[in-house]
């Protein structure tokens, strides 16, 4: 779980830089689905980041306490996730006192100190608005850069970070209302004269951005996901492609009732 000789932890950086860009589709499979007034053919996609970032102690580090390390989940653009996350749940290792740790407001981080490197549970839990279950995360927390070229430094922490997009389709009237202009979630273009629906905001106005991290102490060394920018769009690009469909597929289903003598082809091709 220790090593001896590690180099620049900027290496370590750059190598977990391009680990994972996932899309984690949720799906509202709840009793009470159909109780809750649902914007159907629409999603909602909020990108995260969650992971470690840790310190070396250098002299001031002990058998059992050699790295001071946080682990977080944040916006993919350091924006407030509170809007969507009621509260995140880590479960640290066993070792630790108290090991299941509950951050019940963002910013979604804790920090410990250690000497050993293990896997993390984190748990999502969102608002009832949003989904009514949990979704479980993993993460390792890494101390010490892969390669060995050198001391480890006390000035640069190894950052090990991993993005995801959740994509939520068919959210409540409510979720919608409450993120349509927040920036923490993006939202597809919508139909012309789609109806805002007038709900009490459930994550009070006035507490929004309290959990940014643009600010952060820790930010300077967040790793900048470029490629979530290009994800970003694509997400985008493919939410217009399912509008799309969805619009050619009511378009069809309306032609499917006339006579067979109407000329289908002719009306697809003005669609």
Known sequence: MQGENHPDPQDSV?????QHLN?????????NKGTIKRH???????????GTMAFYLGRKASESQSHKWTVYVRGATNEDLGVVINRVVFQLHPSFNNPTR?????????????????????????HSDVWDKQLDLFHHLKLYPESESGPQTT???????????????????????RVFDHPAVIVPRLPAGFRMPTITPLY???EQGKGETKNHPLSQWYLNFS???????LAAARQQVQAHIVKLRRQLSLMSGLPESSNLSSGYECI
């Open 227 to 233: 490629e979530a920018d290009e994800l970003l769009k």
């Open 204 to 206: 009070i106005m006035n």
């Open 23 to 31: 899309f984690i589709n949720i799906t509202d499979d709840s009793e």
């Open 102 to 126: 509950v951050v019940e407001s963002p910013p979604f981080e804790l920090t410990e100190c250690g000497w050993g490197e293990f896997e993390i549970g984190i748990t999502l839990f969102f």
């Open 155 to 177: 000035k640069k922490p190894v950052v090990v970070e991993t993005y995801n997009e959740i994509v939520f389709p068919e959210p409540s009237e409510g979720f919608f209302a």
């Open 14 to 18: 750059s190598a977990a830089k391009h």
């Open 40 to 50: 159907k053919d629409i999603e909602l996609s909020v990108p995260i980041v969650y």
